[in-house]
T-cell receptor, first 114, second 114 residues
Framework: AQSVTQLGSHVSVSEGALVLLRCNYS??????LFWYVQYPNQGLQLLLK??????LVKGINGFEAEFKKSETSFHLTKPSAHMSDAAEYFC????????????FGQGTTLQVKP | KAGVTQTPRYLIKTRGQQVTLSCSPI?????VSWYQQTPGQGLQFLFE???????NKGNFPGRFSGRQFSNSRSEMNVSTLELGDSALYLC?????????????FGEGSWLTVV
């Protein structure tokens, strides 16, 4: 069975600092991996996704993530945090292309301090 | 094009009542999934519909049900509401059948059970 673990339920960084949100997955099949962001009282917005091919994936708002099969990780990074990045971030795995089912991690709340 | 549309956005129900939530997927998307989000349990998959058939189901009691219409619009129903059903219910839609399909989420329906 697939599963996702996000290390750290809360991460706090200063504005301009590196953002690193950690995600490890477990999957018995080649995974399709996603990062979503949720702003207060809103739905989920896709930041980026990994399917096949290049292991470094670039997303919106300056975020990127690297798929490391050997470490079963898909950590999300951004070189310089902005106040507007404060939100909750979810890592998710989908087992195959023929399903709309996502398995989510518990989420990481990112706080950005001025 | 229009995104995933959920109605109503907010509603308050009394224990024992039932509720129906509606979801209109992105045009052309035939897969619709539903998720429940609560502070304690996070994001949990309820069920997925594709071409009017339920093809994935999460671990929820039978009080939770859904259906999909021929135009891909979907509804979910919760009967005999309990206080613990208070949550954000998210609908998501996607194309299926090819790799890397993005799953798009609506803004959600906030259900409060009193």
């Amino acid at each position: 069975a697939q599963s996702v673990t996000q290390l750290g339920s809360h991460v706090s960084v200063s504005e301009g600092a590196l953002v690193l949100l950690r995600c490890n997955y477990s999957s018995s099949v080649p995974p399709y991996l996603f990062w979503y962001v949720q702003y207060p009282n809103q739905g989920l917005q896709l930041l980026l996704k990994y399917t096949t091919g290049a292991t470094l994936v670039k997303g919106i708002n300056g975020f990127e993530a690297e798929f490391k099969k050997s470490e079963t990780s898909f950590h999300l990074t951004k070189p310089s945090a902005h106040m507007s990045d404060a939100a909750e971030y979810f890592c998710a795995v989908r087992g195959s292309s023929n399903t709309g089912k996502l398995i989510f991690g518990q989420g990481t709340t990112l706080q950005v301090k001025p | 094009k229009a995104g995933v549309t959920q109605t109503p956005r907010y509603l308050i129900k009394t224990r024992g009542q039932q509720v129906t939530l509606s979801c209109s997927p992105i045009s052309g998307h035939r897969s619709v999934s539903w998720y429940q989000q609560t502070p304690g349990q996070g994001l949990q998959f309820l069920f997925e519909y594709f071409s009017e058939t339920q093809r994935n189901k999460g671990n929820f009691p039978g009080r939770f049900s859904g259906r999909q219409f021929s135009n891909s619009r979907s509804e979910m129903n919760v009967s005999t509401l309990e206080l613990g059903d208070s949550a954000l219910y998210l609908c998501a839609s996607s194309l299926v059948g090819s790799s890397g399909n993005t799953i798009y989420f609506g803004e959600g329906s906030w259900l409060t059970v009193v």
